[in-house]
């Protein structure tokens, strides 16, 4: 099982940039795909970007596209989301998200209902 802490969220201009962290627990945490979704006031929480368990095929959200990045350190159980130029239509809770690597396909997934665990989540404010 793996719990996930995010941090790093907070109130920022447009144009601004922030750094999200995950911190996962549990000595397992290099078999896990590992992923960051969103959810703004009342709409479906959806995918921003994930990151296959070997960090050897990233996805990102078409609105993200070349302004988001994400990594990981296995080393340090950690996962990491880089936004720059934000604009306030990025404002969102944004949740970290994980689940069990497989090992035949690179496939990232990209649903809500593909990980099982998920974090608390942190709060993005980009003011206009």
């Known amino acids: 099982q793996v719990q996930l802490v995010e941090s790093g969220g907070g109130l920022v201009q447009a144009g601004g940039s922030l750094r999200l962290s995950c911190a996962a627990s549990g000595r397992t945490f290099s078999t896990y795909d590992m992923g960051w979704f969103r959810q703004a006031p009342g709409k479906e929480r959806e995918f921003v970007t994930g990151?296959?368990?070997?960090?050897?095929?990233?996805v990102y959200a078409d609105s993200v596209k070349g302004r988001f990045t994400i990594s990981r350190d296995n080393a340090k159980n950690m996962v990491y989301l880089q936004m720059n130029s934000l604009k306030p239509e990025d404002t969102a809770v944004y949740y970290c998200?994980?689940?069990?690597?497989?090992?035949?396909?690179?496939?990232?997934?990209?649903?809500?209902?593909?990980?099982?665990?998920w974090g608390q989540g942190t709060q993005v404010t980009v003011s206009s």
């Open positions: 990151i296959k368990w070997s960090g050897g095929t990233i």
């Open positions: 998200a994980a689940r069990p690597g497989l090992v035949y396909t690179q496939m990232v997934y990209t649903q809500r209902g593909e990980y099982n665990y």
